[in-house]
């Protein structure tokens, strides 16, 4: 077999060099969208073991930084399960690094998947107990009016 | 500029952005604040969601990518150039991204990620200029 001339293993080389860097910005920028909600979610799922999902959430809602810029730090996550009044903040510690939270995560992750869920927020709505997603492009009366109605109205 | 010139070039710009990724995992790892200068968005890009990729901090990534290319510079010959070309063009090509990243996604500069990311910039250049002043092996 000839070997590569010295321009077949510079174009090899080249290639190599741009596939790794487009895999490295893959990565980067699919790690990076929804890391926020990573850190919080397992401190809002072993919340729920002591009846306070909501109020671990909400809290967190109501601190939100801008979007992949890296505002929920561990001392937010502290800090929320501090402000919340009645949470044993020591237990929730210890729950939300714990394997049972992880596994309820996983949990909650394939019903979501299973049910379209996608992006936050999502809403469901449905008749005769059939839920299916609501399509709205913006969080407003006139849009979920609209929505609520074309489907009251479907057959 | 002559092939040790260049190679002298590539090697003290490449063990510079060690130095500095080196700073930059230490800072991480010892939970340090970082010295930072002009508008001090260093904290801003160094807790960012980009600032890891897959829980690697990318200081440690640009660390190895540079010692690795001090390596291939000290290296004589025609496949330590095309190594060293490779592992330049990487490093200009993802340079980019991060330069665009802190500049229109975080709107926050760190000074130490933006002087790795020229020094990247400026290594595709020299390597290239290394890969054209090496000479080509006589027998293949």
Request: proline share 3%.
């Amino acid at each position: 077999m000839r070997s590569l001339t010295r321009r077949g293993r510079v174009l090899s080389a080249a290639a190599v060099a741009v596939l790794a860097s487009a895999a490295l910005i893959a990565a980067s920028a699919t790690g990076a969208q929804g890391k926020s909600s990573a850190q919080a979610a397992p401190a809002a799922a072993a919340a729920a073991d002591q009846n306070k999902l909501w109020h671990v959430v909400q809290l967190f809602y109501a601190n939100q930084g801008v979007e992949n810029k890296g505002w929920l730090s561990e001392q937010l996550v502290v800090a929320v399960a501090k402000a919340t009044p009645g949470l044993d903040v020591k237990k929730l510690d210890t729950a939300r690094k714990g394997k049972a939270v992880d596994s309820r995560m996983t949990t909650w992750q394939q019903l979501a998947s299973s049910a379209g869920v996608n992006s936050t927020p999502s809403f469901f709505a449905g008749t005769k107990g059939k839920l299916g997603p609501l399509a709205v492009t913006a969080l407003d009366v006139p849009q979920f009016r609209k929505a609520l109605n074309t489907l009251i109205n479907a057959k | 500029m002559s092939l040790t010139g260049v190679r002298l070039a590539v090697g003290g710009f490449a063990l510079a952005a060690a130095g500095i990724s080196a700073y930059l995992v230490t800072v991480h790892y010892a939970k340090q604040p970082i010295a930072c200068f002009a508008g001090g968005g260093c904290e801003t890009v160094q807790k960012s969601a980009y600032s890891e990729i897959g829980g690697l901090p990318l200081a440690v990534l640009g660390l190895v990518a540079y010692v690795a290319l001090v390596v291939a510079t000290a290296i004589r010959g025609e496949l330590a150039a095309v190594a060293s070309f490779a592992l330049g063009l990487s490093m200009g090509i993802f340079a980019v991204y991060l330069i665009v990243v802190q500049t229109v996604v975080l709107d926050a500069i760190c000074v130490w990620c933006l002087a790795t990311d020229s020094i990247g910039l400026l290594l595709v250049g020299l390597t290239v200029l290394r890969l054209r002043l090496e000479p080509q092996p006589l027998l293949r």
